[in-house]
């Protein structure tokens, strides 16, 4: 056979002797308690890259982990640098990005539509069904890494993902059933609802009305610092916070509590065409279909991460606002006090906590 005109590449992985053997990650044993176990450095397989992790952002979703325990290392919000990668791989060794939290096949009819986020055929949801960002070294499909400039702190690059793309996407299903929002409440002022105020001021401008309800405090004074309208629910009722901030309704409730109750209170103070999007996972809700959805025209959806492609879309939002966005990360510290960390950020006295390595 004459194979002159062929040509043939081949990608070798050949071991990197500057990486470590083995690598000391937390183990999250339930009950509130996190210990460390040396654990090995994994190798990158066919289409997979070894990311070395610098910064992954603690989220709400791990409180299962935290107080029932992890089989895997936890850490779903992950920046780092490529340091090894598997044959049929393109990215360079020295690569800065972040991780996208779905492993998706990207050969199903939801993928090839761009709708990664509902993927068929999903491989994994890297810090739940695979060790996370928590660890010194992730390894992941080259898939779901995204490439950010060399200039991004890491730290601050964990807020393309929850921070950002969650929200974003949030905002982008209620604008299919309602193009012409003008008001907005969120519920919870946790990471998620910061975001959310954050993303709303962002796409919707600076003057665009975003009421936020909690009962803590601190999250509801950084909300204001970043342009909400604060409804205490320790002192007044989400009905009567809307009206002491010259609403009578509003056009977009962002639900990013899971909690029945402020999904209720949200409905309740719903306009005619309304959109109410579920975001945080947990409880239900209860209506009368015919008073609460068909006579207003009103709209409930949920709204599930993010797809792939919107990292792209938000990078220039980020930069064009990476000081504003920066103040929802409140506390920075390093893996050996995540035990502390995640203890401080169940009392609610933080915004976003970043655990580097």
């Given at each position: ?40 450095v ?7 890259l ?24 936890p ?9 090894a ?15 996208f ?14 709708f ?12 739940f ?8 070294y ?65 796409i ?22 970043l ?29 990013t ?39 207003p025209?009103r ?30 990360i ?28």
């Amino acid at each position: 056979m004459n194979t002159a005109n062929h040509t043939h590449e081949f990608h070798i992985t050949m071991p990197n002797p500057m990486l470590p053997d083995s690598m000391r990650v937390p183990l999250f044993k339930g009950q509130g308690q996190i210990d460390f176990i040396d654990k090995p450095v994994p190798q990158p397989g066919a289409g997979q890259l070894l990311l070395q992790v610098s910064a992954n952002a603690m989220c709400g979703s791990e409180r299962g982990q935290f107080f029932s325990s992890s089989a895997v290392t936890p850490g779903h919000e992950a920046a780092g640098t490529v340091v090894a990668a598997g044959p049929d791989t393109h990215t360079p060794i020295g690569t800065r990005g972040v991780v996208f939290l779905m492993d998706y096949c990207g050969a199903c009819r939801n993928c090839t539509l761009g709708f990664t986020n509902q993927c068929l055929n999903k491989r994994a949801d890297m810090g739940f069904s695979h060790d996370g960002g928590y660890g010194a070294y992730e390894v992941i499909h080259e898939n779901i890494f995204c490439a950010i400039d060399p200039d991004i702190p890491l730290v601050d690059a964990t807020i393309l993902l929850d921070i950002m793309g969650t929200n974003g996407h949030g905002i982008k299903r209620a604008r299919l059933v309602h193009p012409d929002i003008e008001s907005m409440l969120v519920s919870g002022a946790g990471p998620i609802g910061l975001g959310m105020l954050a993303m709303a001021k962002i796409i919707f401008g600076h003057d665009f009305p975003v009421l936020i309800s909690d009962v803590l405090p601190y999250r509801l004074e950084l909300a204001e610092r970043l342009g909400g309208l604060p409804i205490n629910l320790k002192a007044t009722t989400v009905e009567q916070g809307v009206k002491q901030h010259g609403l009578l309704a509003v056009d977009a409730v962002m639900d990013t509590s899971g909690k029945g109750a402020a999904r209720q209170a949200g409905l309740n103070v719903l306009a005619k065409r309304g959109v109410l999007v579920c975001i945080g996972h947990g409880e239900g809700l209860t209506l009368s279909v015919s008073s609460d959805l068909i006579a207003p025209e009103r709209v409930i959806m949920g709204s599930e991460y993010f797809c792939y492609d919107e990292l792209a879309e938000n990078l220039p939002r980020f930069r064009a606002h990476q000081d504003y966005l920066r103040q929802i990360i409140t506390h920075r510290c390093n893996v050996r006090d995540i035990q502390a960390a995640f203890t401080l950020f169940w009392q609610g006295d933080t915004g976003k906590v970043v655990v580097e390595q």
